[in-house]
């Protein structure tokens, strides 16, 4: 009689019903589970990450071979965890651990603006008169700087290269921000404009006429 390739799961061998004696055949009766670039079979929990590795393991079930493809038994799902809501704590947590809270991005998980990562301590009322009557009056550190000295602007969406002297109000073309990244998105809030790809984002024209800065803390 013809020899016939067996259907069993783990087999793969060639038999003939003359010649196909009980356990015989060695095979998985359950199908495998795939995540996190583990393999594993349900039925004997024999696991790898490589996938020839994986089929190389050998069955865990013995019996006749068959022609007929087997049902294979479905492997129980992990029971799913319950989520509890999130505490202030929590979020305030996540918030200090968040990249883009971090790089003084918007995030619209955590609010629209991030949080101060020096912040300014409590001062009292003399202090803060103090503060003020030293602000009414000209600074003595400020930089300056040559009308003619070649300065780099800032701004979002700018950085080219200018000189005091020919800055004026419509001189800068730029975002006034913040950039948006959320969901694979990148985009700018200030003319609401989205695009997945970087380089796209990167090349969103800017939407805000101004002077050039090159002190982006002024």
Known sequence: MENVRCQRIGCDAMFSEDDNPDGGCT??????????????????????????????????????????????????????KPVSAPNPTTNSSSK?????????????????????????????ASSKSNADTQEARPSQTKKIV?????????????????????????ACSY????????????GWKCCDIHVKEFDEFMSIPPCTK???NADPVS
Not at 67 to 76: G, I, Q, R
Not at 148 to 169: A, V
């Open 146 to 170: 040559d009308i003619n000295e070649p300065q780099i602007c800032k701004n979002k969406g700018c950085g080219k290269t200018f000189k005091e002297k020919d800055n004026h109000e419509t």
């Open 175 to 186: 975002h006034p921000g913040p950039p948006v990244f959320h969901d694979r998105m990148r």
């Open 27 to 80: 095979y998985h009766d359950a199908g495998p589970i795939f995540h996190d670039g583990m393999k594993e079979w349900s039925c004997c929990k024999k696991r790898s990450h490589d996938f020839n590795l994986f089929l190389e393991i050998p069955g865990c079930k013995t019996g006749k071979h068959t022609t007929e493809k087997p049902v294979l038994a479905k492997a129980a799902a992990a029971p799913k």
């Open 210 to 212: 101004g002077w050039h």
């Open 96 to 124: 200090e651990t968040c990249p883009r809270c971090r790089q003084g991005f918007f995030c619209s998980d955590h609010g629209s603006h991030a949080r101060e990562s020096n912040p300014k301590p409590a001062v009292d």
